[in-house]
């Protein structure tokens, strides 16, 4: 018996180690697709790119406000437009595809596809800061370590899930994560710009107008505190012949001209002060572009579309003020908002309403919720007060007016949903059901706003409230709305075709509370909390597209603030200098693969000197 139970046993063993047994081996890529293959691996250059392209001329654009700082990553100072064009980062993104990376100052990646709690970045040897001295993996720790301690808080929750970050060698640097659940991880963290450890340790909290030192394709040029900054091209930038950057930055310098409103930033642009312009007002686009350099063909206007999400650009309600706390008042809030009107006097009728917070894109939840969507929610609705457990469940539609400018019904509808809160009137003036004032005062900056915000404080006016619109200068806005001290603020939510991890930023609970976050709104709300999750642990690109769309229902439910206007695409005008590819990429204008035609630029020079 002994013999036979032996037999057995051996046989056993014999057989279990004949058992194939899949054990993931870590690879090493050059490019990484989060839940989506990477299209152009083996590319010359991107599609979008021309790799002829002449080099010269100056790119000019506009800015707005003031600066007093050269670095934007830390908490203080204001920092000036234009300083991604100093670094380098260690990957970077294609504008054709939702979230890819291709290399930069890595070559190379490896990582475990079964065990995403790790990856290392692969230094390119090649790859050199502006003094001629090598990249190194201690540069790359250095950096992450400075903005983990003491960069901006959003930054710091958007990349909270490193653990550790070690130096292999000099070439090597591994990321460790406090788990291998957000896939996403091992590409954020190839985004951020890299520092010399140098410069770090002597000036990284230092407001100056002297930058970190970098590694990337400008340095830094002329700087006119407060009214324009240039960045010269490095010709002797180490990363000009890598696959992502053959037919980009093409310009000798890139120039910033500030202003203080819209309305004398397009003065600007017709004198020649700056020549290339994303035009934002509609009233500009349709009646504006009549001045000489127009008519007699120096100027081009060109609509370029965009797969991406269409910005979220709302006014949002403080909810941190008690005024907001009850949904019906901030439904009260929406309806009082006269879309129809506005865009057919202000806007020529050229903008959308935004129905979603993805708008225009495939990540949008339109209808009601499938079948799949209910899966997912179904558990959270526990979590929701009443009328966002409702709506969550019903087709989203906005309130819309007439368009007459009077908007009766909707705020006979704000009337109503402001009495069922408990308001009540008194001697002609609104009061809170703890009977004080309703008070509400817009926070703003700049004058692009005002013509937009006034005619929605007479129709809250109308309603009793006491609103009134405060005009700040640009430091003073930006720290009264990093320390979240508003009633309202209008802020935008620019979107990617690739949602993760940044949205805990914009609607976590955690965010909430963290001063200079991107929770604007104050959200704290664990079934928004729960679906923020889900999407940063997507394990593949439908989950994302399903846990964004029951976000989306979630936060529409919720109605934190008032969706303004929007458009899909962009709208430039350019004086007739500048050239692209015949087809741009999908998802952005693709600005740093044009060029100058240095023909065209010499007779536009002609002209402005007339």
Same mark, same amino acid.
């Given at each position: 018996?002994?013999?036979?139970?032996?037999?057995?046993?051996?046989?056993?063993?014999?057989?279990?180690?004949?058992?194939?047994?899949?054990?993931?081996?870590?690879?090493?890529?050059?490019?990484?697709?989060?839940?989506?293959?990477?299209?152009?691996?083996?590319?010359?250059?991107?599609?979008?790119?021309?790799?002829?392209?002449?080099?010269?001329?100056?790119?000019?654009?506009?800015?707005?406000?003031?600066?007093?700082?050269?670095?934007?990553?830390?908490?203080?100072?204001?920092?000036?437009?234009?300083?991604?064009?100093?670094?380098?980062?260690?990957?970077?993104?294609?504008?054709?595809?939702?979230?890819?990376?291709?290399?930069?100052?890595?070559?190379?990646?490896?990582?475990?596809?079964?065990?995403?709690?790790?990856?290392?970045?692969?230094?390119?040897?090649?790859?050199?800061?502006?003094?001629?001295?090598?990249?190194?993996?201690?540069?790359?720790?250095?950096?992450?370590?400075?903005?983990?301690?003491?960069?901006?808080?959003?930054?710091?929750?958007?990349?909270?899930?490193?653990?550790?970050?070690?130096?292999?060698?000099?070439?090597?640097?591994?990321?460790?994560?406090?788990?291998?659940?957000?896939?996403?991880?091992?590409?954020?963290?190839?985004?951020?710009? !890299?520092?010399?450890?140098?410069?770090?340790?002597? /000036? @990284? #909290?230092?407001?100056?107008? =002297?930058?970190?030192? $970098?590694?990337?394709?400008?340095?830094?040029?002329?700087?006119?505190?407060?009214?324009?900054?240039?960045?010269?091209?490095?010709?002797?930038?180490?990363?000009?012949?890598?696959?992502?950057?053959?037919?980009?930055?093409?310009?000798?310098?890139?120039?910033?001209?500030?202003?203080?409103?819209?309305?004398?930033?397009?003065?600007?642009?017709?004198?020649?002060?700056?020549?290339?312009?994303?035009?934002?007002?509609?009233?500009?686009?349709?009646?504006?572009?009549?001045?000489?350099?127009?008519?007699?063909?120096?100027?081009?206007?060109?609509?370029?579309?965009?797969?991406?999400?269409?910005?979220?650009?709302?006014?949002?309600?403080?909810?941190?003020?008690?005024?907001?706390?009850?949904?019906? !008042?901030?439904?009260?809030?929406?309806?009082?908002? /006269? @879309? #129809?009107?506005?865009?057919? =006097?202000?806007?020529? $009728?050229?903008?959308?309403r935004l129905q979603s917070f993805f708008h225009g894109s495939e990540l949008?939840?339109?209808?009601?919720?499938?079948?799949?969507?209910?899966?997912?929610?179904?558990?959270?609705?526990?979590?929701?007060?009443?009328?966002?457990?409702?709506?969550?469940?019903?087709?989203?539609?906005?309130?819309?007016?007439?368009?007459?400018?009077?908007?009766?019904?909707?705020?006979?509808?704000?009337?109503?949903?402001?009495?069922?809160?408990?308001?009540?009137?008194?001697?002609?003036?609104?009061?809170?059901?703890?009977?004080?004032?309703?008070?509400?005062?817009?926070?703003?900056?700049?004058?692009?706003?005002?013509?937009?915000?006034?005619?929605?404080?007479?129709?809250?006016?109308?309603?009793?409230?006491?609103?009134?619109?405060?005009?700040? /200068?640009?430091?003073?806005?930006?720290?009264?709305?990093?320390?979240?001290?508003?009633?309202?603020?209008?802020?935008?939510?620019?979107?990617?075709?690739?949602?993760?991890?940044?949205?805990?930023?914009?609607?976590?609970s955690a965010a909430a509370d963290e001063p200079g976050n991107h929770n604007?709104?104050?959200?704290?709300?664990?079934?928004?909390?729960?679906?923020?999750?889900?999407?940063?642990?997507?394990?593949?690109?439908?989950?994302?597209?399903?846990?964004?769309?029951?976000?989306?229902?979630?936060?529409?439910?919720?109605?934190?603030?008032?969706?303004?206007?929007?458009?899909?695409?962009?709208?430039?005008?350019?004086?007739?200098?500048?050239?692209?590819?015949?087809?741009?990429?999908?998802?952005?204008?693709?600005?740093?693969?044009?060029?100058?035609?240095?023909?065209?630029?010499?007779?536009?020079?002609?002209?402005?000197?007339?």
């Open positions: 018996m002994i013999k036979n139970t032996m037999l057995k046993t051996v046989l056993l063993v014999a057989m279990v180690s004949w058992i194939p047994v899949s054990i993931a081996v870590p690879i090493t890529t050059t490019a990484l697709g989060h839940n989506s293959p990477a299209e152009y691996v083996d590319a010359p250059f991107m599609p979008y790119a021309n790799p002829n392209a002449p080099i010269g001329g100056t790119l000019s654009l506009d800015a707005r406000g003031t600066f007093n700082a050269a670095n934007k990553w830390m908490t203080t100072g204001v920092a000036m437009a234009g300083t991604d064009y100093l670094y380098d980062t260690l990957m970077t993104g294609s504008l054709n595809e939702a979230f890819t990376m291709y290399p930069q100052l890595a070559s190379k990646v490896t990582y475990d596809p079964d065990d995403t709690s790790w990856i290392i970045y692969h230094i390119n040897p090649a790859a050199r800061f502006w003094d001629g001295s090598p990249v190194t993996s201690g540069d790359v720790k250095a950096t992450y370590d400075a903005i983990l301690n003491k960069g901006p808080m959003y930054i710091r929750s958007y990349l909270g899930d490193i653990k550790d970050i070690q130096v292999i060698d000099k070439q090597q640097v591994k990321f460790i994560f406090a788990s291998d659940d957000n896939k996403e991880i091992l590409l954020t963290v190839g985004q951020f710009p !890299v520092f010399a450890k140098s410069s770090i340790d002597a /000036d @990284f #909290e230092k407001i100056s107008l =002297t930058p970190l030192m $970098g590694s990337g394709p400008y340095k830094l040029g002329r700087v006119d505190a407060g009214r324009s900054v240039s960045y010269v091209r490095d010709p002797d930038y180490w990363g000009r012949d890598l696959m992502v950057n053959r037919g980009r930055y093409n310009f000798d310098m890139i120039k910033f001209v500030y202003y203080q409103s819209d309305e004398i930033a397009f003065e600007g642009f017709k004198s020649g002060q700056y020549r290339f312009r994303p035009e934002n007002k509609a009233s500009n686009w349709a009646t504006g572009y009549n001045f000489p350099a127009v008519k007699v063909g120096l100027i081009n206007k060109e609509a370029i579309s965009s797969q991406n999400p269409v910005p979220m650009q709302a006014l949002v309600m403080n909810m941190r003020r008690p005024i907001f706390q009850d949904i019906r !008042v901030r439904q009260a809030l929406t309806a009082a908002y /006269d @879309f #129809e009107w506005m865009n057919k =006097t202000l806007f020529h $009728g050229q903008y959308e949008a939840a339109t209808g009601t919720p499938t079948d799949a969507e209910m899966q997912v929610l179904s558990p959270l609705l526990s979590k929701l007060e009443p009328v966002q457990r409702k709506t969550v469940l019903m087709e989203w539609q906005l309130p819309t007016s007439d368009g007459s400018g009077f908007n009766r019904e909707g705020l006979l509808k704000a009337r109503q949903l402001l009495l069922d809160a408990g308001f009540y009137y008194d001697d002609m003036k609104l009061y809170q059901p703890d009977g004080k004032l309703a008070q509400i005062e817009i926070l703003m900056t700049g004058e692009t706003m005002g013509r937009v915000l006034l005619p929605y404080i007479r129709n809250l006016k109308r309603l009793g409230f006491d609103a009134t619109l405060r005009q700040v /200068d640009g430091p003073q806005y930006y720290e009264r709305v990093r320390r979240f001290d508003y009633d309202m603020v209008v802020d935008v939510f620019a979107q990617s075709l690739s949602p993760g991890a940044e949205q805990a930023a914009f609607w976590g604007t709104a104050g959200i704290k709300n664990a079934a928004i909390d729960t679906a923020t999750t889900l999407l940063a642990n997507a394990k593949n690109r439908d989950e994302i597209v399903l846990y964004t769309q029951v976000l989306d229902r979630l936060l529409r439910a919720g109605h934190y603030l008032v969706p303004l206007y929007g458009k899909s695409g962009t709208n430039v005008a350019y004086w007739n200098q500048y050239r692209h590819t015949e087809k741009l990429p999908s998802n952005a204008i693709g600005i740093d693969y044009w060029w100058t035609d240095k023909k065209a630029e010499a007779r536009v020079n002609q002209y402005l000197k007339q």
